[in-house]
């Protein structure tokens, strides 16, 4: 079952490549010691390198290249040993030594690969082309004034990793899972943040269509998609395009496009008449990059554990599904989080906690997992009050509750508000012969045969204990009772 | 007379406190104020900068602890950044730039106590063979034809530092050389001049033309003050990714060597076909000089050398037209407004930039541009590997080469200038040591027919300066060159 758009000459194929640019995490900039922070004042995380003054050098940030190296280990890919730096020359405001530090035939990683899941539960492999370096350019402002733009360089010089698929992809949900996998693969590994909203993950989309069978056509390009779900929706508006082009008689030609969410569709940016002539030429003032093998291996063996694996690794110890473990492993911190706490516990009632309430409870009162006013080790302990029968698991889900309102720790929770549950039998059984005291109509009904009524008994006996009856005892004295 | 002595000989009397830094300085920076004016050799002077300066080498050589250049007057190639002095690369496009920060050479020389005079004139960042291309005005040679007043070039890019140093105006001054342009300059102004290995000194703050070519080195009127002004310049910069991590060996102590045992090259290629023979006179002369002091003379082949020219032209435009790049009115120097930024970079640039650096940008996107790049720049780098083999072929079986520095004495103002490459031709000796990136030096070694100097081209192996020190002494002292410029004669 495959994704094709339905065009008035019938069923189209979509053809999708991702170049997503990641912004590598490291304190100072690939070729320059000024700083990397985000959201600072303008133009001060600038050095003179970076500003293009005159006589400045470039010197590689060896921290940059290992976290390039992690990414590539990280996508199962080749690291390339010797590769090489080479200039992209253009002219940009925010550009400012007029060419961008790259690297084009000789990057640092090649070819490598990525597993995406899909909703129907399929699993798809995308191949890697390549990975490469290169510097970030800086911001251009145009809306501060009517007449003249302003331009921030304190991104110019940033370490860029430039990862390039292969046009592997054929549906907008793939294109989004794609994005997805590679964002949970970096913030796993520390080497990009993966922050779309602020800029630090961007994607050009390359799209194209073709009808079944069909050699590749020509594709476009749609430049700087900063969220997964724009990723989507420009796949699909620029298929559209394209088959509207193609089945009015026209060629669609190929050119770079820009995505315009509040339209949903595309616009050009430049034809292949402007587009430029880039000249590559190796940049002289580096030499060329070689790694150690040692070094690239001592990388290697301190990876973290990675989504994939953990997710194996979870199923495996933990004894949950698929999906369960997929989302645990979502983010590092989650993962983290879930197996302080299923350490030494059910693996599966763990998860449905972690998953369900304690993910709700999250939400409900505006916490994310960093900052959760309830902690692995204070959650451990609630599911621990269940496993001994202190609370039954309703209660257990108000105690939550108010964990997470307050912070405080189950037990003395329970204690406070007096919830543990109720196992005397003499209680129970009062309670039991009270229900049914009080519906003798109810109880007729029953007898004569409407046995789901047992249901309601049970719900009325736990409302007249306030919830805190032990469910076993008191279906096993209910239906003692009832005969 | 102070103007006369060498760094050598001003150093230790400095120190003997025969006079005062404060003299010393204080009488170049009057001939500076006597001679500018006509010669053009500074493009900025810094008289009261030069006085502070040999104030505190006062100070420190009262108290013992002066570094080795201290008090020495110096001029700086306008291609070096320096702190705080106006740097314009001998080009309108900078403006009044004036540095935040001080080239790695500079600030060696600065930290060994050095003195700068001024900023020296050049060809417009550094293209050229005349100095006839700086937006501040030509250089006038120190030295004329015999029974002639036309103005002589001084030689380029360098020819602000070749002829303050040939006039006196300066006792040494730093250069940079790409092709040419310190060996060449110093031919044509009679003194000596040294272009280091590649990676030698270090490439920080000095305005850059091909990245893969420019060398900072000096010019002094003798070779052990070379010596001296290199041993000062050289060294590791990390701020500099092609820098070498080599220790600066003592220069100066290599100039006292000699050349017995010695085996020094005579490339065949060099010999041109109706070479001037004033030049190939003093190139018998120098190789006999060698002989005389103990040296074997070798023939030997350099076969790739008539592809010196052709490739240089191609691969240093290429890294120019990038390096160049920044210079767009955005950030520094001279902005001309335009309607949009395209606009305002091709006003910006068309102003900005003399005839000769367009042209050479123009050359160098060319070459790389698509469809070309295989043809020109490709091919041109896999060239020059193969003439830096031919250095190392060579460099097996001698230790030096000697060859004449340029294939003429110095030519006049106006003359060469309407066609580009018969000034390229000024190269052709020098080009093939600059794109094998070996050391090469020039040294003053008689005059031609019209009484104008001519210098001889000592070639060692990568890193091997000491021995390039060596045979260059060894000729200085035979040819004893003690002709002076029409200026100061």
Same mark, same amino acid.
């Given at each position: ?5 339905e ?9 999708i490549g991702?170049?997503?640019?990641a912004q590598?995490i490291?304190h100072?900039?690939?070729?320059s ?5 985000f ?7 600038? %050095?003179f390198?970076?500003?293009?003054f ?5 010197v ?6 290992a976290?390039a190296?992690?990414?590539?280990l990280g ?5 390339n040993l010797?590769?090489?730096f080479?200039?992209?020359?253009y ?10 530090i ?15 899941e899909?909703s129907?539960?399929?699993v798809?492999e995308?191949?890697v ?5 290169e ?7 145009h809306d ?14 940033v370490?860029?990793m430039?990862i =390039?698929?292969?046009p592997d992809?054929?549906s907008p ?6 994005v997805r996998k590679?964002?949970q693969?970096?913030r796993y590994l520390?080497?990009c ?6 800029g630090?993950?961007?994607a ?7 009808k079944h069978g069909e050699?590749f056509?020509?594709?476009?390009e749609?430049?700087n ?6 990723v989507q929706?420009? =796949?699909?508006?620029?298929a559209?395009?394209q088959?509207?082009v ?6 669609v ?8 969410? %509040?339209r ?6 430049r034809?292949?008449e402007?587009?430029?002539?880039y000249r ?9 990059l070689?790694l ?8 290697r ?7 994939d694996a ?16 997929g989302?645990?492993v979502?983010e590092?911190?989650?993962?983290d989080?879930?197996?302080t ?9 763990t ?9 709700a ?12 006013p309830v902690s692995a080790?204070s959650l451990?302990k ?9 609370i039954?698991g ?22 406070a ?9 003499g ?7 009270a229900?049914?005291?009080a519906?003798p109509?109810?109880?007729?009904e029953?007898?004569s ?5 047992f249901?309601f008994?049970?719900?009325q ?10 469910p076993?005892l008191v ?8 005969g | 007379?102070l103007?006369?002595l060498t760094?050598?000989?001003a ?6 406190r ?5 003299? #010393? ?11 500018n004016?006509?010669?053009n050799?500074?493009i900025?002077?810094?008289p ?6 040999a ?14 250049l ?13 702190e705080?002095v ?10 009044n ?12 020389l600065l930290r ?7 900023k020296?004139?050049?060809?417009e960042?550094?293209? @050229?063979?005349s100095n006839?291309t ?8 120190p030295w ?15 020819g602000?530092?070749?002829a303050?140093?040939a ?5 040494g001054?730093t ?15 009679g003194?000596a001049?040294?272009?280091p290995?590649?990676?030698?000194c270090?490439?920080? @703050?000095?305005v ?8 900072a ?5 003798t070779?052990?003050?070379?010596a ?8 590791f910069d990390?701020k500099?990714?092609?820098?070498s ?7 100066l102590?290599?100039?006292?060597r000699g050349?017995?045992?010695l085996?020094v090259?005579?490339p065949?290629?060099y010999?041109m076909d109706?070479?001037?023979p004033?030049?190939e ?6 190789l006999?000089w060698?002989?005389?002091a103990?040296?074997?003379?070798v023939?030997?082949?350099?076969p790739?050398?008539?592809?010196g020219?052709?490739t240089?032209?191609i691969?240093?435009p290429?890294e120019?037209?990038s390096?160049l790049?920044r210079?767009d ?9 335009g309607?949009?930024?395209i606009?305002?970079?091709e006003r910006t640039r068309?102003?900005?930039?003399g ?8 050359i160098?996107?060319?070459? #790389? ?25 060579v460099?097996a079986?001698?230790?030096?080469l000697l060859?004449?520095?340029?294939p ?5 103002? @106006?003359?060469k ?8 031709l ?5 080009v093939?040591?600059?794109?094998a990136?070996?050391?090469g030096m ?9 009484g ?6 000592v ?17 200085e002292d ?8 029409a200026?100061?004669a």
């Amino acid at each position: 079952m495959s994704y094709v758009l339905e065009g008035s000459t019938g069923p189209w194929e979509v053809v999708i490549g991702l170049e997503v640019h990641a912004q590598v995490i490291s304190h100072s900039k690939l070729f320059s010691g000024a700083a990397t922070d985000f959201g600072s004042e303008p133009n001060t995380q600038v %050095s003179f390198v970076d500003a293009g003054f005159p006589g400045m050098l470039p010197v590689i940030n060896r921290e940059c290249v290992a976290q390039a190296v992690r990414t590539g280990l990280g996508l199962n890919a080749h690291i390339n040993l010797v590769s090489r730096f080479d200039r992209k020359n253009y002219f940009y405001a925010d550009l400012p030594t007029g060419y961008q530090i790259s690297q084009y035939e000789h990057p640092i990683v090649g070819a490598g690969k990525v597993e995406i899941e899909l909703s129907d539960g399929s699993v798809k492999e995308i191949g890697v082309t390549r990975l490469h370096m290169e510097q970030d350019a800086g911001k251009s402002l145009h809306d501060q004034s009517p007449s003249k733009s302003y331009i921030d360089l304190n991104r110019a010089g940033v370490c860029l990793m430039e990862i =390039v698929s292969e046009p592997d992809m054929r549906s907008p949900e793939e294109a989004g899972a794609y994005v997805r996998k590679l964002r949970q693969l970096v913030r796993y590994l520390g080497t990009c943040d993966g922050n779309m909203e602020e800029g630090s993950m961007r994607a050009d989309v390359n799209v194209s269509v073709r009808k079944h069978g069909e050699p590749f056509r020509t594709r476009c390009e749609v430049k700087n998609v900063n969220s997964i779900r724009f990723v989507q929706q420009a =796949v699909e508006a620029e298929a559209k395009r394209q088959i509207a082009v193609w089945e009015d008689g026209g060629t669609v030609m190929q050119e770079t496009r820009l995505y315009d969410p %509040s339209r949903g569709e595309t616009r050009s940016m430049r034809s292949k008449e402007d587009a430029h002539d880039y000249r590559y030429f190796p940049d002289p003032d580096l030499l060329p990059l070689v790694l150690d093998e040692d070094w690239a291996e001592d990388l290697r063996s301190r990876l973290p554990e990675l989504p994939d694996a953990k997710r194996a690794r979870f199923m495996a110890e933990y004894g949950i599904p698929f999906y369960d473990a997929g989302v645990l492993v979502a983010e590092q911190v989650i993962a983290d989080f879930y197996e302080t706490v299923a350490r030494g516990r059910d693996g599966k009632l763990t998860s449905n906690w972690v998953i369900g309430d304690f993910f709700a409870g999250l939400n409900r009162t505006g916490h994310t997992i960093e900052n959760s006013p309830v902690s692995a080790a204070s959650l451990g302990k609630l599911l621990d009050l269940m496993a001994d029968s202190t609370i039954n698991g309703k209660i257990a889900k108000e105690v939550l509750e108010i964990m997470m309102d307050t912070g405080d720790d189950p037990g003395s929770i329970i204690d406070a508000r007096g919830l543990r549950q109720v196992t005397d039998s003499g209680a129970i059984d009062a309670a039991v012969d009270a229900v049914l005291a009080a519906n003798p109509d109810k109880l007729a009904e029953y007898k004569s045969g409407k046995e789901k009524l047992f249901g309601f008994f049970v719900g009325q006996i736990m409302k007249q204990m306030a919830g805190k009856g032990n469910p076993a005892l008191v279906n096993e004295a209910l239906k003692k009772k009832l005969g | 007379m102070l103007l006369d002595l060498t760094i050598v000989e001003a150093a230790a009397a400095l120190r003997r406190r025969e006079f005062s830094a404060r003299e #010393l300085v204080g009488a170049h920076v009057d001939a500076v104020a006597a001679l500018n004016p006509r010669l053009n050799a500074f493009i900025t002077v810094t008289p009261e900068l030069a006085l502070a300066q040999a104030d505190a080498a006062d100070k420190a050589l009262a108290a013992g602890d002066a570094g080795p250049l201290a008090g020495i007057p110096l001029a700086i190639k306008d291609l070096f950044c320096t702190e705080g002095v106006r740097t314009t690369a001998g080009s309108r496009i900078l403006g009044n730039f004036v540095p935040p920060y001080e080239s790695f050479v500079s600030a060696q020389l600065l930290r060994d106590g050095a003195v700068f005079l001024g900023k020296a004139n050049l060809d417009e960042f550094a293209m @050229g063979s005349s100095n006839m291309t700086s937006a501040y005005g030509p250089v006038e040679n120190p030295w004329k034809r015999e029974g002639s007043n036309a103005v002589m070039v001084p030689g380029g890019s360098s020819g602000g530092s070749a002829a303050a140093v040939a006039a006196r105006m300066a006792m040494g001054s730093t250069g940079t050389d790409t092709g040419g342009s310190i060996r060449q300059p110093a031919a044509f102004c009679g003194i000596a001049g040294i272009k280091p290995t590649y990676g030698r000194c270090s490439r920080w @703050g000095i305005v850059a033309f091909a990245s893969s070519l420019d060398q900072a080195g000096a010019f002094a009127r003798t070779v052990g003050d070379c010596a001296v002004l290199l041993g000062s310049m050289a060294g590791f910069d990390p701020k500099d990714s092609t820098c070498s991590e080599r220790p600066v060996p003592d220069y100066l102590a290599a100039t006292k060597r000699g050349v017995r045992g010695l085996r020094v090259g005579v490339p065949a290629e060099y010999r041109m076909d109706g070479m001037n023979p004033d030049v190939e006179r003093l190139w018998q002369q120098g190789l006999a000089w060698l002989r005389d002091a103990g040296a074997e003379i070798v023939d030997v082949s350099l076969p790739h050398t008539k592809y010196g020219l052709p490739t240089y032209y191609i691969v240093a435009p290429a890294e120019a037209s990038s390096n160049l790049a920044r210079y767009d009115g955005v950030r520094f120097g001279v902005r001309q407004d335009g309607v949009d930024l395209i606009d305002l970079y091709e006003r910006t640039r068309a102003a900005g930039f003399g005839d000769e650096v367009k042209r050479r940008i123009m050359i160098g996107t060319y070459v #790389l541009s698509a469809g070309y790049y295989d043809a020109y720049y490709l091919r041109a780098q896999k060239v020059r590997a193969l003439i830096l083999k031919d250095f190392t072929d060579v460099f097996a079986h001698v230790d030096a080469l000697l060859t004449p520095t340029a294939p003429t004495g110095a030519f006049g103002q @106006g003359e060469k200038m309407d066609d580009p490459v018969a000034m390229y031709l000024n190269d052709v000796f020098t080009v093939p040591a600059s794109m094998a990136g070996v050391p090469g030096m020039s040294v003053p070694a008689g005059l031609d027919g019209q009484g104008l100097p001519l210098g001889l081209q000592v070639i060692g192996r990568p890193f091997d300066e000491e021995t390039v020190f060596a045979v260059s002494q060894v000729l200085e002292d035979a040819a004893a060159f003690s002709a002076m410029p029409a200026v100061r004669a």
